[in-house]
């Protein structure tokens, strides 16, 4: 059984930083072999990828919203993913989850549909 848990999430000013954590674990479970995201729900819309890394490859991949902006990351030997967020926006807030599934290679890598495991989800709040 995969666990996923998120970390990181508070309060932030407009323009600031935060880094947000993906710990996993569970029997046999590496982040090396599992195509890793990263999605945010603000509130009264619909959960939205944000970024994704390929297991086989470490491709990294970005929605439009976020791109120069945040980046993600893992940590082989921890086995966390990360998603370090710079020049945060109101537009930002949102929970925001680590999702992970095992040996994905297809190009649907930024529809929630793909993941099959998820975290609870960290809060993220911008103000402005």
């Known amino acids: 059984q995969v666990q996923l848990v998120e970390s990181g999430g508070g309060l932030v000013q407009a323009g600031g930083s935060l880094r947000l954590s993906c710990a996993a674990s569970?029997?046999?479970?590496?982040?090396?072999?599992?195509?890793m995201g990263w999605f945010r729900q603000a509130p009264g819309k619909e959960r939205e990828f944000v970024a994704a890394m390929r297991w086989v490859n470490s491709a990294t991949y970005y929605a439009d919203s976020v791109k120069g902006r945040f980046t993600i990351s893992r940590d082989n030997v921890k086995n966390t993913l990360y998603l370090q967020m710079n020049s945060l926006k109101a537009e930002d807030t949102a929970v925001y989850y680590c999702?992970?599934?095992?040996?994905?290679?297809?190009?649907?890598?930024?529809?929630?549909?793909?993941?099959?495991?998820w975290g609870q989800g960290t809060q993220v709040t911008v103000s402005s």
């Open positions: 569970g029997r046999s479970f590496s982040i090396t072999t599992n195509t």
């Open positions: 999702a992970a599934r095992a040996y994905y290679s297809g190009s649907d890598y930024y529809k929630d549909k793909v993941y099959n495991s």
